[in-house]
């Protein structure tokens, strides 16, 4: 119908030419004062055709118009699938739509070409800042000072994103290094603990957690950021108190601190691209970069991710790890 009424709307003279000429005629004949019945046959003879032809052009246009519908979604064949020319300005049409085709295609070479570019250097630096950072690292084991303990926190810091650029990257690259096999969740999560051991201890928080000893299937190296991402954010925004690891029913697992919380209204968009909300606002240092990167991984694995919070009592986030619609390696 939709169709139809657009061209109903194209064809709009032509149909008010036809209009016109039928009145022209029918005053002739009324002015003439000739009979009736002998226009009433040619006239009906004329309606025949005319819808005749209507229905045949209508046709016509809708073969022609699902033909260049359906060509939208192809690339490099959309100018050998064009319809048959019918008049000069589809053939102009048509030189119009090869010459955007070819703009379209020089614009995706670019930009692929500096995408990749912009990749392999950011790949490169993110390597070669981790030799500095290894050598301050061992230049700071060598003293047991407030001020080293401070330096070995911030370095740490700048390690955590460092490896939040290179997951970045590992994430958008064609290319991934997924191992998928049954892993300890114990393993994962001390390991990932491990790690922020120092934080706990600067900041004076406990940790609440009990072995599960269960396995879970998995990429280990993958998971391993997600948690550690999600500890990072639980650290930044506990000034006192715990952060626990349980394991509900359903192996959801759950990391719950007791810090500041998140806004009701910020909840739903935490995991979105960016988006810092209230808390990040007032942090002035939040890149909104964290949780969507842990919301990308954990589709990529199979896993769900949500949060659940309150203002001032703190936050809880779950990580489903039930979804194992994986392929064992």
């Not at 004062?33 to 025949?48: I, S």
């Not at 994962?188 to 299937?217: C, D, N, T, W």
């Amino acid at each position: 119908m939709k169709l139809w009424m657009k061209y109903v709307k194209q064809r709009r003279r032509g149909i008010l030419a036809g209009v016109l000429f039928c009145a022209v005629f029918t005053i002739s004949f009324v002015l003439y004062q000739l009979p009736v019945k002998a226009v009433l046959y040619p006239a009906a003879l004329c309606f025949f055709l005319g819808i005749l032809f209507t229905i045949l052009d209508y046709r016509r246009v809708k073969q022609k118009h699902d033909l260049l519908a359906g060509m939208q979604e192809l690339t490099d064949l959309i100018t050998e699938t064009l319809p048959a020319v019918d008049g000069i300005e589809d053939e102009d049409y048509q030189d119009l739509i090869r010459m955007f085709k070819r703009e379209h295609r020089k614009v995706v070479s670019d930009s692929q070409r500096t995408y990749s570019e912009m990749v392999d250097y950011y790949t490169i630096w993110a390597h070669q800042i981790k030799t500095p950072i290894a050598s301050m690292r061992l230049t700071l084991q060598n003293e047991d000072t407030a001020l080293s303990r401070q330096l070995t926190n911030d370095l740490f810091r700048i390690e955590q994103y460092v490896e939040m650029v290179l997951t970045f990257l590992r994430l958008n690259s064609e290319s991934t290094d997924y191992v998928i096999r049954e892993y300890e969740l114990d393993g994962i999560i001390r390991q990932s603990v491990k790690k922020y051991a120092g934080e706990f201890i600067s900041r004076r928080l406990s940790l609440v957690y009990e072995p599960f000893h269960m396995s879970v299937l998995t990429d280990e190296k993958w998971l391993s950021f997600v948690i550690e991402q999600v500890l990072s954010n639980a650290l930044k925004y506990t000034p006192s108190g715990s952060i626990s690891i349980t394991m509900e029913p359903g192996n959801r697992l759950c990391i719950r601190d007791t810090g500041i919380g998140i806004a009701p209204e910020d909840l739903p968009r935490i995991f979105e691209h960016g988006y810092t909300g209230y808390n990040g606002r007032a942090d002035k240092k939040a890149s909104g970069i964290g949780l969507y990167l842990c919301k990308r991984i954990c589709t990529r694995l199979g896993h769900g991710i949500e949060a659940e919070s309150r203002i001032d009592e703190g936050t809880c986030i779950i990580i489903d790890l039930s979804r194992e619609h994986l392929e064992v390696e």
